[in-house]
């Protein structure tokens, strides 16, 4: 397990590409502003191929929770909501990148052999704010839990 810390989006994109390129599938857990940074920097890389993009402005949705960012072995990406129909999704990622305020239930939905890392923010101004790296059995998360429902 490591702690990996990811100040802007160039950085994120790259470390998703090497790990799409080792063969993992790569899921990005970020709100809008920075999935659509991410998402930039996705399409300006050359290899990756689009696949299916659900993402917009809160302003017209009303949706104001995560996305899943994801890049496949393959070098698909693709951007959905990570809530719907009243529950979150299964990312089925190998890998996992996780901002410090997604909610917890995201957590329970990792498949059990699932390492994931947990630090990004690319557009945030409260860079004071740490974040662990956790694991699904980890004791000490302080994830918190971000929604009432």
Same mark, same amino acid.
């Given at each position: 397990?490591? !702690?990996?810390?990811?100040?802007?989006?160039?950085?994120?994109?790259?470390?998703?590409?090497?790990?799409?390129?080792?063969?993992?599938?790569?899921?990005?857990?970020?709100?809008?502003?920075?999935?659509?940074?991410?998402?930039?920097?996705?399409?300006?890389? $050359?290899?990756?191929?689009?696949?299916?993009?659900?993402?917009?402005? $809160?302003?017209?949705?009303?949706?104001? !929770?995560?996305?899943?960012?994801?890049?496949?072995?393959?070098?698909?990406?693709?951007?959905? !909501?990570?809530?719907?129909?009243? !529950?979150?999704?299964?990312?089925?990622?190998?890998?996992?990148?996780?901002?410090?305020?997604?909610?917890?239930?995201?957590?329970?939905?990792?498949?059990?052999?699932?390492?994931?890392?947990?630090?990004?923010?690319?557009?945030?101004?409260?860079?004071?704010?740490?974040?662990?790296?956790?694991?699904?059995?980890?004791?000490?998360?302080?994830?918190?839990? $971000?929604?009432?429902?």
């Amino acid at each position: 397990m490591k !702690r990996l810390e990811f100040h802007d989006a160039s950085s994120i994109a790259e470390h998703m590409i090497k790990t799409a390129s080792d063969g993992l599938n790569v899921v990005a857990v970020l709100f809008f502003d920075d999935a659509a940074t991410l998402m930039r920097e996705l399409i300006s890389c $050359q290899d990756i191929d689009l696949g299916c993009i659900e993402i917009m402005m $809160q302003e017209y949705n009303g949706y104001n !929770r995560e996305y899943y960012v994801s890049l496949s072995s393959d070098g698909i990406m693709s951007v959905e !909501r990570a809530w719907d129909h009243n !529950r979150y999704l299964d990312p089925e990622p190998d890998v996992m990148i996780l901002d410090c305020k997604a909610d917890i239930r995201i957590k329970e939905k990792i498949p059990e052999n699932c390492c994931f890392e947990i630090e990004s923010i690319i557009n945030r101004s409260d860079k004071d704010d740490k974040c662990i790296t956790c694991c699904k059995d980890c004791t000490n998360c302080d994830i918190s839990n $971000q929604y009432d429902d």
